[in-house]
């Protein structure tokens, strides 16, 4: 068992499982642009790597699996993205198609883009305190990485419109009964929960179950065709929303750790 240190994540081989843990517990895993390119790098290396079937992801600590995206990065004008790699998208993964399984191992809260991030995983396990939630609208934002069309995909549509328009969280044991995640573990045993999950996939063939994940997402040469339409509406909407006063105003208020004044403009 070996770990080796990334700028901004940690990967660790057990057996034929690739971890991948987000490294800045201190910013409650929150995603800057060094997260990104330590994890969108990791993917690369466990798709090209016949010994790695199956891929878990987690963040550092007991707190935050991952408090989404760094708005104090942003209220600097920070990129978020893997530099030359920005078609990875956040976090180096929702926009990273790859052919291994993933499983999001979510320890704590997994706000923004941290449930973002777990929405583009193919499994979910959760820690009892997990949480889950878009507050994107609180900030002047919108769940850009996905969240805002795949989330309805994934559970009812009346729940995923409260979320996304509330900015409000839901409990694990609420993301479970809705079939948000798969399975929900005591805290502190989450991440060998997803490994033991890892294992029972990678015991199988893998060149089935890489088959196999291809045609139930509709993954063709590295891309989910179905979600393209999704992609290119969040992306117009995220860049008119960008040249807004508002826009502005949330990151700073968040950074300045005060009520924002919208001005919907």
């Not at 994890?39 to 989404?68: M, Q």
């Not at 291994?100 to 959760?126: C, M």
Request: aromatic letters at 4%.
């Amino acid at each position: 068992m070996t770990a080796a240190t990334e700028a901004g994540a940690l990967t660790e081989r057990r057996d034929n499982v690739l971890l991948i843990t987000i490294n800045r517990p201190e910013a409650r895993n929150a995603v800057n642009s060094a997260v990104s390119a330590a994890v969108g790098g990791a993917l690369v290396e466990a798709e090209n790597d016949p010994e790695v079937r199956c891929i878990v992801i987690t963040g550092a600590g007991d707190k935050s699996f991952c408090a989404g995206a760094d708005l104090k990065a942003i209220s600097r004008g920070e990129s978020l993205f893997a530099p030359g790699n920005e078609q990875w998208g956040f976090a180096g993964f929702v926009r990273h198609v790859v052919s291994k399984p993933t499983i999001a191992a979510v320890n704590g809260t997994a706000l923004g883009g941290g449930t973002e991030l777990a929405l583009a995983a193919d499994l979910i396990v959760a820690a009892e305190s997990a949480s889950f939630g878009l507050p994107e609208v609180k900030r002047g934002l919108l769940a850009g990485a996905g969240g805002v069309f795949r989330l309805p995909a994934q559970i009812p549509q009346r729940l995923a419109m409260e979320m996304i328009l509330t900015g409000d969280p839901i409990s694990a044991a609420t993301a479970c009964e809705y079939g948000l995640i798969n399975h929900v573990v005591p805290d502190g045993t989450v991440v060998e929960a997803a490994l033991a999950l890892a294992e029972r996939i990678a015991v199988n063939a893998p060149l089935s179950v890489q088959a196999s994940k291809r045609i139930a997402l509709g993954i063709q040469s590295g891309d989910r065709p179905s979600e393209n339409e999704g992609w290119t509406q969040s992306e117009a909407e995220w860049q008119e929303l960008m040249d807004s006063e508002d826009a502005k105003e949330g990151p700073m208020a968040f950074a300045e750790k005060r009520a924002p004044v919208w001005k919907s403009r």
